[in-house]
């Protein structure tokens, strides 16, 4: 299976402009990504997806894969799209879109995500892993979901997710499984060329979740549990708690 791994970084973030390039601990924090992705076992190649020069050229630098992109795309998963039609000279079975704000991504949640498509029937993969504690569910950050007993999500959501209407909220997790959703994604080649030519649907305008637009549409996201979490960093004030540690 042939496998290719794209790194979507843009550097006009509202919260965090020019977060790609901070350095940690010696290196920008987009080649931390790199390199981390370099580490899975089932990747067939890794690449960088940017909308702007200063990080393609700092990509070159320090001897990664990089391709240009369209700077009016919304979300990774349309620059993953425009990678792909542009053609980068190889068939590709397999998309993985990683975030290029977690320098520490874990090699083997990437492989997790790739062994979903060992199955035919996964067209879309992504990750989950059990919440442990009542300030992490009721977080609106953290983004909630609700799979089947095949592990096919029935929902995302920025709330808690299910309501449990018999007990206070405290108690919910003694009572209840719930999920955090872990935003990194697969998608068949085929699959990821359908769902970036879809218009955006109202779950996904009233959560902000593009996920949603790909469930109103009738697409199947499988998950794979994970108990494995990196850090994600958003905003300055994370990048400080990261050199802290």
Known sequence: MN???????????TRFPGKPLVDIGGKSMIQRVYEQCLLSKLLSRVLIATDDERI????????GNASMTSPKHQSGTDRCAEVLGNGTGQDWDVVVNIQGDEPFIHPDQIDLLITLFEHPETCIGTLAKKITSTDELFNHNNVKVVMNKRREAIYFSRSPIPYNRNFPEQEWLKYSTYYKHIGIYGYRSHTLKEISALVKTNLEITESLEQLRWLENGYIIHAGITSLESISIDTPEDLVKVKSN
């Open 3 to 13: 496998v290719l791994g794209i790194i979507p970084a843009r550097f006009g973030s």
């Open 56 to 63: 393609f050229n700092h990509v070159k630098e320090f001897g």
